[in-house]
Nanobody, 118 residues
Framework: QVQLQESGPGLVKPSQMIDLTCTVS??????????WGWIRQTPGKGLEWMAD???????FYLPSLKSRASISRDTSRNQFSLKLSSVTPEDTAVYYC??????????WGQGTQVTVSS
């Protein structure tokens, strides 16, 4: 069974960085042509797709976040990560790591709440 587990900072101050990691079990992030990504949920905007890293290593970003976001992976640990810089309170959200194919995301982590506040 595929399982994804997020880890994150919980609370971040404005202008700092959110650093999230997703640990995957039951599948390899380098095989089967899946995309591994991040989706966040905020009360105001609902669900927002942020970025993917494909099993081939190609990366894709929401254009409005591309200047602040960086997705990467550690294949030895079967983990992938997202860094989001220069955060503001608008980045407060529940962040989910996901597995998908052709924009259909079939496995989700439980989500981790990140609050941006001074």
């Amino acid at each position: 069974q595929v399982q994804l587990q997020e880890s994150g900072p919980g609370l971040v101050k404005p202008s700092q960085m959110i650093d999230l990691t997703c640990t995957v079990s039951g599948d390899s992030i380098t095989t089967n042509f899946y995309a591994w990504g991040w989706i966040r949920q905020t009360p105001g905007k609902g669900l927002e797709w942020m970025a993917d890293i494909h099993s081939t290593g190609y990366t894709f970003y929401l254009p409005s976040l591309k200047s602040r976001a960086s997705i990467s992976r550690d294949t030895s640990r079967n983990q992938f990560s997202l860094k989001l810089s220069s955060v503001t309170p608008e980045d407060t959200a529940v962040y989910y790591c996901v597995r998908g194919s052709k924009w259909h995301y079939d496995y989700w982590g439980q989500g981790t709440q990140v609050t941006v506040s001074s």
